[in-house]
Nanobody
Framework: QVQLVESGGGLVQPGGSLRLSCAASGNIFVINAMGWYRQAAGSQRELVAAIDTGGRRNYVDSVKGRFSISRDNAKNTVSLQMNSLKPEDTGVYYC?????????WGQGTQVTVSS
């Protein structure tokens, strides 16, 4: 089994920054990609950012230029630096790991952007 532990969520004012981190452990086999999804109240879960083992990054258009995803392959960690946060970035952020063995999710961390 694979465990994903997230940290770094919280309440921040518009224009502020937060950094999310996720550490993977357990029966990790071959990782294809790690990333972050978010789910706002009443909405479907959406991909925010992902990074594959080759370092290729993918972002949803709404966060391009504001968010940056990074990964430490040796430590099986992924981080999301979120700058210039907006109220519409509010939601539960989930860490995701895709491997040849399956698709795994963290429990989620709440990010609230509000004045």
């Amino acid at each position: 089994q694979v465990q994903l532990v997230e940290s770094g969520g919280g309440l921040v004012q518009p224009g502020g920054s937060l950094r999310l981190s996720c550490a993977a452990s357990g029966n990790i086999f071959v990782i294809n990609a790690m990333g972050w999804y978010r789910q706002a109240a009443g909405s479907q879960r959406e991909l925010v950012a992902a990074i594959d083992t080759g370092g290729r990054r993918n972002y949803v258009d709404s966060v391009k230029g504001r968010f940056s995803i990074s990964r430490d392959n040796a430590k099986n960690t992924v981080s999301l630096q979120m700058n210039s946060l907006k109220p519409e970035d509010t939601g539960v952020y989930y860490c995701n790991l895709r491997s040849v063995k399956g698709n795994y999710w963290g429990q989620g961390t709440q990010v609230t952007v509000s004045s």
